[in-house]
């Protein structure tokens, strides 16, 4: 069973580097089973997918934000990481990484994906 886990700050200043990370286990992220991805929540609105990256590295973002968002690997702790720069208010979010056996770009439909994290809460404020 795959189990994910995010973890990061819960609160960022305007301008700063959002950095999460999204902790597998069982599973190595360098699996060719699941595509790793990032959605996200602001409050009152309805999911937003962020970006997917592959076991093998290869990584592809929402168009909205791929001028600023960064998804990698760190293979020695199993761990996904999001890096989002230049955050604003409007990044204010719970941010979700969810696992999913087929590539499916944008897709924002829960039961598209096979195991989520819990979310974790960011808040953009000064």
């Known amino acids: 069973q795959v189990q994910l886990q995010e973890s990061g700050p819960g609160l960022v200043k305007p301008s700063q580097t959002l950095s999460l990370t999204c902790t597998v286990s069982?599973?190595?992220?360098?699996?060719?089973?699941?595509?790793w991805n990032w959605l996200r929540q602001p409050p009152g609105k309805g999911l937003e997918w962020m970006g997917v990256?592959?076991?093998?590295?290869?990584?592809w973002y929402s168009p909205s934000l791929k001028n600023r968002l960064s998804i990698s690997m760190d293979t020695s702790k199993n761990q996904v990481t999001l890096q989002l720069l230049s955050v604003t208010p409007e990044d204010t979010a719970v941010y979700y990484c969810?696992?999913?056996?087929?590539?499916?770009?944008?897709?924002?439909?829960?039961?598209?994906?096979?195991?989520w994290g819990q979310g974790t809460q960011v808040t953009v404020s000064s």
């Open positions: 969810a696992a999913a056996k087929t590539l499916i770009l944008g897709a924002t439909t829960k039961n598209t994906y096979d195991s």
């Open positions: 069982g599973a190595s992220i360098r699996t060719e089973t699941y595509f």
């Open positions: 990256i592959s076991g093998s590295g290869s990584a």
